[in-house]
């Protein structure tokens, strides 16, 4: 089962930034929060991923709070090709089962013009 | 880098025949997965290599699917005999190791009529 929680779709404003929640109330110490997205008919894509501190890189900026209980996804300028659907996923980095990937039902991002 | 190489890219088939899948990682990448998305699903996995060793199979329907990664690289997945309830897309993606972030291929849509 999915232990994250995400809104089931979102519109944002091209060249505004798009700001993705996601709660993982359940999150153990050892595991990570990653970002993954999946435009349509492709497969999904990473795009970041982080354990307590904020995280930047050349896609998009992920804030998790300081209880770990929840973080967001930040892309700063959207363009439409961001358009897709975005999964928030709690993963474990140790070896065997617990570094599954499980993907929830993501959110769907539609950016406008 | 080359990404992950999947084929076929779509396959129709009725029910009750036989399909295999084909997959190509990352050179170098010794985790291996495959997954199936339902239309409007998330991807959800199915199983987990590590080098030519199952980690995770636990979700995989072994009364009609069945998967090898005998040489540690390429993977095969197949489904006999095939039901219409697994018309969907089968994704490969492979990582250096499990924990890392996974690449995804294009993914194969499969239509059982």
């Known amino acids: 089962d999915a232990k994250t929680t995400q809104p089931p779709s979102m519109d944002c404003a091209e060249g505004r930034a798009a700001n993705l929640p996601c709660n993982h109330s359940t999150i153990s110490g050892n595991e990570y929060v990653y970002w993954y997205r999946q435009i349509h008919s492709q497969g999904p894509q990473y795009i970041i991923h982080g354990l307590k501190n904020n995280e930047t890189n050349e896609m998009a900026s992920l804030i998790i709070t300081e209880d770990r209980k929840s973080s967001t996804l930040i892309l700063p300028h959207a363009t439409l090709r961001d358009t897709a659907v975005y999964y928030c996923?709690?993963?474990?980095?140790?070896?065997?089962?617990?570094?599954?990937?499980?993907f929830g039902t993501g959110t769907r991002l539609q950016v406008t013009l | 880098e080359a990404g992950v190489a999947q084929s076929p890219r779509y396959k129709i088939i009725e029910k009750r025949q036989s399909v295999a899948f084909w997959c190509n990682p990352i050179s170098g990448h010794a985790t291996l997965y495959w997954y199936q998305q339902i239309l409007g699903q998330g991807p959800k996995l199915l199983i987990q290599?590590?080098?030519?060793?199952?980690?995770?199979d636990s979700q995989l329907p072994k009364d009609r699917f069945s998967a090898e990664r005998l040489k540690g690289v390429d993977s095969t997945l197949k489904i006999q005999p095939a039901k219409l309830e697994d018309s969907a897309v089968y994704l490969c993606a492979s990582s250096f190791n499990q924990g890392t972030w996974a690449f995804f291929g294009q993914g194969t849509r499969l239509t059982v009529v």
């Open positions: 290599f590590q080098n030519n060793g199952v980690v995770d």
């Open positions: 996923i709690v993963r474990g980095l140790n070896t065997g089962t617990a570094s599954k990937l499980t």
